[in-house]
């Protein structure tokens, strides 16, 4: 069935007068629309018209229609932007991602109880919520639509050290020594506790009038699990000769605490992994802890590395282990530094007591690294246990 001929309405003389000037016009928009009216207007067709300017039937027949609605208005421009916003999350799956913030993402089979951005879209993706996987921005936006807001905080620290800058520098020579060794490692060692009961600061998603809430955590008299897990970590990092940079965590809990004696059983395991990679030395990079954190500055640990790095360049087997000591309070220059605080939060469980066989395993997961059997703190001498037990009594 044929279309009913269309023409344009009867021209004004001031509608005709304008379009004929729109005839000189330099914008090809404007040309061409006056020419389809006036011809219109002629009683040419649209079949006639449209092979004349190079448009469509459909678009010819719509510039008229629309010029009897709006008249001269056609021969202005219009936003071509789609004036209907479509949403990835209508209002029921905008609630249904509201309801999924208010549960853990170990309940969908996540290592962490802590939501990104990123990790909603996955699951929210997972669950159906979107036919396809969103971009982190658009959960974003989703929430930020319902009022939901991302809360952070910031703090700023500096070092008092005097000899920041000279400490600093060796740092960063280190790190260019190891670049340029392929057969060289860098270690960047620490020690951290990993708490039972203290929480770390969260950042998460969350509705002002259902906060998540961290609950603060009670051991009970006969729970046989300490209150803290000490763990040794070092960040082995080192380049291949296509100059390409590896990176992994190397981990050993402490049955106790980490005394000079612990810390020197954990260099000798760092030197037998380090030499199984085929290095030949590791340049340390820690703080200066001393006792009970690690005790780094020891002169137990001290005459242990001196006496370890002598054997090695006399009988030419082994690893040698090169220290740099950071400056004071400098957290910022250990790169295994954020590695804890981003573990922390990973394993924080807000409303359940982990048994520290379980906090360990979670440790060990997040960094992809194998549970190994724990450093033992030596036991205390003969005359501390006694005071101890005086003090019992």
């Not at 159906?128 to 658009?138: C, K, M, N, Q």
């Not at 009970?220 to 380049?239: E, H, I, N, Q, T």
Request: net charge positive.
């Amino acid at each position: 069935m044929e279309r009913e001929p269309l023409y344009v309405r009867g021209l004004t003389n001031a509608e005709r007068g304008a379009l004929e000037a729109a005839l000189r016009s330099s914008d090809a928009f404007v040309l061409r629309r006056a020419q389809i009216l006036l011809a219109s207007a002629r009683g040419e067709g649209v079949s006639q018209l449209a092979p004349l300017v190079g448009y469509s039937t459909q678009a010819v027949r719509q510039i008229i229609h629309a010029f009897d609605a709006r008249g001269l208005a056609v021969l202005a421009r219009s936003s071509s932007r789609n004036h209907t916003l479509y949403y990835a999350f209508d209002t029921a799956g905008a609630e249904a991602l509201r309801a999924l913030l208010h549960k853990s993402p170990r309940t969908f089979g996540k290592e962490t109880s802590v939501w990104t951005l990123a990790l909603v879209a996955e699951v929210a993706h997972a669950q159906g919520l979107t036919a396809w996987r969103v971009s982190h921005e658009t959960i974003r936006a989703t929430l930020a639509r319902m009022g939901v807001r991302w809360l952070r905080a910031k703090h700023w620290i500096t070092s008092p050290d005097p000899e920041y800058v000279r400490k600093k520098a060796r740092r960063d020579r280190l790190i260019r020594l190891a670049e340029r060794h392929p057969d060289w490692l860098l270690g960047f060692e620490d020690e951290v506790w990993f708490s039972r009961l203290a929480q770390p600061s969260l950042q998460v998603w969350q509705d002002e009038d259902q906060a998540i809430r961290l609950v603060e955590q009670t051991v009970a008299p006969d729970d046989p699990d300490p209150k803290a897990l000490a763990c040794y970590g070092l960040l082995a990092r080192y380049w291949t000769p296509t100059h390409r940079r590896a990176e992994a965590m190397w981990l050993r809990f402490v049955d106790g605490r980490p005394v000079s004696a612990v810390t020197i059983d954990f260099l000798r395991w760092c030197a037998e992994q380090a030499a199984a990679l085929g290095k030949r030395a590791v340049l340390l990079i820690w703080d200066n802890a001393g006792y009970p954190l690690g005790a780094h500055v020891s002169r137990i640990v001290r005459d242990w590395l001196r006496a370890s790095n002598r054997q090695v360049k006399q009988t030419g087997q082994g690893v040698r282990l090169l220290v740099s000591c950071l400056p004071v309070k400098s957290p910022w220059l250990n790169a295994i530094e954020p590695k804890w605080m981003h573990a922390k939060k990973r394993v924080a469980e807000p409303d359940r007591l982990l048994p520290a066989a379980e906090l360990a395993d979670r440790v060990c997961a997040t960094f992809a690294c194998p549970h190994h059997t724990h450093l033992v703190s030596p036991a205390p001498p003969a005359k501390t246990r006694k005071s101890a037990a005086k003090k019992a009594a």
